[in-house]
RNA sequence: UGCCCGGUGGUGUAAUGGUAACACAUCGGCCUUUGGAGCCGAGUUUCGAGGUUCGAGUCCUCGCCGGGCAG
């Protein structure tokens, strides 16, 4: 079977297609240029041919998709436009929806793929409605990451490493990669390296550098701030003009229209309930009444139990059991029944 | 002007006359397929000038600064 696979450069990629190729498919690499030269970490011509050096080693051949423009357009835009409203973004959903799995997929399609693969830590399941699952236990979860792809192309979806534990995945890498450097795995979002994201938004927001005020919970002007978009929800860093008294600080709320960053502690974060917009399903269909669900609203979140209830303007209304630590506007809130991605939606205001 | 308090890292505080400490901040590292968070580590401090003492953040004198009372 003809099979694209999105090669990134990096370790996982390579050796999803690397699986692919040991169990005899015709695998072609497909590689995404997005990122401008200008903001990135690794320049985009040392990527490519780490990925063309990867095709030689497999033997398979390698394309390059320019989506440049486009992913300044529709990705790095509404990071800048995230900021600008005081929320926090999660370009790496936006980019699966839109870039892997929407031009790559589409190319990759066009030029006769029946399936498309990607190094992702995630499993699907065939069935009258395919399912997205999360990895087997001990690998890492990207579900989180894949909420917003289009649910009709999941039935053509690989995930070859999603299937296999981790130290399989070690000794996989032995053999099918020998030798294989993987890139440092440090890095911020991926298209903007450490200065590249201050440089962005320099570009990118009017009169970035205006300060304003940080205040506390009841109001109190606590000190200054050198810009509200430095600053995100659930944040302790940068906050030193107002710290020194009771004890750490977390930004609680940025309020662009006053320029004013909240503050307040720790336990001021937790909240229990919040609304999310343009929800995307998965692996149910769109749900007309309440349902209960875990919630995970952060890669890094323990998801937790919640009462999912859709309302008339399409929105959701998320309930937990419990208070949660820092439900941030901007951010994906994501479904889990068990194993079971159901779906997800974006944070868009808290209600407490 | 008189009297009374107080002045310790960037901030808030601690230290019977005996190695100046804690929290927050800051910096560095780890973690990490988003932003945060979290974990580990580090640097930095006694308002000034004299004096008493083996030894002063601590006691004494003067000064400077801040606050209070008296008017």
């Given at each position: 079977?003809?099979i694209?696979?999105?090669?990134?450069?990096?370790?996982?990629?390579?050796?999803?297609?690397?699986?692919?190729?040991?169990?005899?498919?015709?695998?072609?690499?497909?590689?995404l240029?997005?990122?401008?030269?200008?903001?990135s970490?690794?320049?985009?011509?040392?990527?490519?041919?780490?990925?063309?050096?990867?095709?030689?080693?497999?033997?398979?051949?390698?394309?390059?998709?320019?989506?440049?423009?486009?992913?300044?357009?529709?990705?790095?835009?509404?990071?800048?436009?995230?900021?600008?409203?005081?929320?926090?973004?999660?370009?790496?959903?936006?980019?699966?929806?839109l870039?892997?799995?929407?031009?790559?997929?589409?190319?990759?399609?066009?030029?006769?793929?029946?399936?498309?693969?990607?190094g992702?830590?995630?499993?699907?399941?065939?069935?009258?409605?395919?399912?997205?699952?999360?990895p087997?236990?001990p690998?890492?979860?990207?579900t989180?990451?894949?909420f917003?792809?289009?649910?009709?192309?999941?039935?053509?979806?690989?995930?070859?490493?999603?299937?296999?534990?981790?130290?399989?995945?070690?000794?996989?890498?032995?053999?099918?990669?020998?030798?294989?450097?993987?890139?440092?795995?440090?890095?911020?979002?991926?298209?903007?390296?450490?200065?590249g994201?201050?440089?962005?938004?320099?570009?990118?927001?009017?009169?970035?550098?205006?300060?304003g005020?940080?205040?506390?919970?009841?109001?109190?002007?606590?000190?200054?701030?050198?810009?509200?978009?430095?600053?995100?929800?659930?944040?302790?860093?940068?906050?030193?003009?107002?710290?020194?008294?009771?004890?750490?600080?977390?930004?609680?709320?940025?309020?662009?229209?006053?320029?004013?960053?909240?503050?307040?502690?720790?336990?001021?974060?937790?909240?229990?309930?919040?609304?999310?917009v343009?929800?995307?399903?998965?692996?149910?269909?769109?749900?007309?009444?309440?349902?209960?669900?875990?919630?995970?609203?952060r890669?890094?979140?323990?998801?937790?139990?919640?009462?999912?209830?859709?309302?008339?303007?399409?929105?959701?209304?998320?309930?937990?059991?419990?208070?949660?630590?820092?439900?941030?506007?901007?951010?994906?809130?994501?479904?889990?029944?068990?194993?079971?991605l159901?779906?997800?939606?974006?944070?868009?205001?808290?209600?407490?």
């Open positions: 079977m003809k694209g696979v999105a090669l990134s450069g990096g370790k996982d990629s390579s050796l999803a297609a690397a699986r692919l190729v040991r169990e005899g498919h015709q695998v072609v690499g497909y590689h240029l997005l990122s401008p030269e200008r903001y970490a690794i320049p985009p011509s040392v990527q490519a041919g780490k990925v063309r050096e990867i095709g030689e080693r497999l033997g398979i051949e390698i394309r390059f998709i320019d989506g440049r423009e486009a992913f300044r357009r529709e990705v790095m835009d509404a990071f800048a436009a995230a900021y600008r409203a005081g929320e926090t973004p999660n370009p790496c959903v936006l980019c699966n929806r870039f892997k799995f929407g031009l790559l997929f589409e190319t990759a399609e066009a030029e006769g793929c029946r399936k498309l693969a990607t992702h830590y995630a499993r699907t399941e065939d069935g009258v409605r395919p399912r997205l699952l999360k087997i236990p690998c890492r979860d990207e989180y990451f894949l917003a792809i289009p649910p009709g192309r999941l039935d053509r979806l690989l995930f070859p490493l999603g299937g296999i534990p981790p130290e399989d995945i070690r000794k996989l890498s032995r053999e099918l990669l020998p030798g294989f450097l993987p890139p440092p795995v440090s890095q911020e979002a991926c298209f903007l390296s450490r200065t994201l201050r440089r962005f938004l320099e570009d990118s927001l009017p009169r970035p550098e205006e300060p005020e940080i205040v506390d919970v009841s109001g109190t002007v606590l000190g200054e701030h050198p810009g509200c978009h430095f600053y995100t929800v659930g944040q302790r860093k940068g906050l030193s003009s107002a710290s020194g008294k009771r004890g750490p600080l977390y930004v609680i709320r940025v309020v662009p229209e006053s320029n004013r960053v909240v503050v307040g502690e720790k336990s001021d974060l937790r909240a229990r309930r919040f609304r999310a343009s929800p995307n399903w998965l692996s149910i269909p769109p749900p007309d009444d309440p349902i209960t669900a875990w919630t995970k609203i890669y890094t979140h323990p998801e937790a139990e919640s009462r999912i209830t859709p309302r008339e303007d399409g929105s959701l209304e998320i309930e937990f059991t419990s208070p949660q630590e820092a439900p941030t506007p901007g951010q994906a809130a994501v479904f889990y029944r068990h194993d079971v159901l779906g997800g939606a974006w944070i868009k205001t808290v209600d407490g």
